[in-house]
Each structure stands twice: as structure tokens, then as C-alpha cells.
Nanobody, 117 residues
Framework: QVQLVESGGGLVQPGGSLRLSCSAS????????MAWYRQAPGKERELVAS????????DYGDFAKGRFAISRDDDRNTVYLQMNNLKSEDTAMYYC??????????WGRGTQVTVSS
């Protein structure tokens, strides 16, 4: 069955870095665009970054530009999110999403990122 499993979250101090991973299985990973979203308590889920199925197009939320980088490894069926210069406002649950032009969409269960001193 389809699985998206996020990992790499945790507690980090302001200014620190984390790399999130999302391991996919159960579908043809290379044909899906991938994205990271986040949701903080009391707030709506928002796009962090997305990457096209060919890896040639990327999009970022304004807050992520210059600090975060999304990448994918189709040999490992994995998408990554490198997060640098983390701020307290980056504290949220981070979710992985796979989406296809046909409309198929899958979500992971999330990994918690907490930025605090």
C-alpha cells in the first residue's frame, strides 16, 4: 500500500539546521511531484516547498526562500527538505505530500519540528 514516512524532525536551537526526509513506497515515485507542508497549532496548513516530478521545478513559501531547500532522489524514492537558520516560528508539524497530474494525492503522518532555546 501507499506509504509516505517522514523523519528527521526534532528539537533544534534557533539558528540551527535540520534535514527532513520522506520515504515513499507503494506508487511510482518518479512520476509524482512532491511537496512539504507544515501546520502549527491553531494555524492552517501551508506550503513549505514543492518539487516537480522531473526535479526541474521548485516552489517555496515566502518564509522558506533563502533558508530551505527541497530535493529528491528517485533512486531512493525519497524527498528531502534541508532547513537552515531555523526560527521559533518554524515550529510546526511538517508533512510530506505526493501529487500526480491525474489527481492522486497522498500524505504522510508528519514529523514534528520544534525550534527553541
Amino acid at each position: 500500500q501507499v506509504q509516505l514516512v517522514e523523519s528527521g524532525g526534532g528539537l533544534v536551537q534557533p539558528g540551527g539546521s535540520l534535514r527532513l526526509s520522506c520515504s515513499a513506497s507503494g506508487f511510482t515515485f518518479s512520476t509524482y511531484a512532491m511537496a512539504w507542508y507544515r501546520q502549527a497549532p491553531g494555524k492552517e496548513r501551508e506550503l513549505v516547498a514543492s518539487i516537480g516530478s522531473l526535479g526541474d521545478t521548485r516552489d517555496y513559501g515566502d518564509f522558506a526562500k533563502g533558508r530551505f531547500a527541497i530535493s529528491r532522489d528517485d533512486d531512493r524514492n525519497t524527498v528531502y527538505l534541508q532547513m537552515n537558520n531555523l526560527k521559533s516560528e518554524d515550529t510546526a508539524m511538517y508533512y510530506c505530500k505526493a501529487f500526480h497530474y491525474s489527481g492522486n494525492t497522498f500524505w504522510g503522518r508528519g514529523t514534528q519540528v520544534t525550534v527553541s532555546s
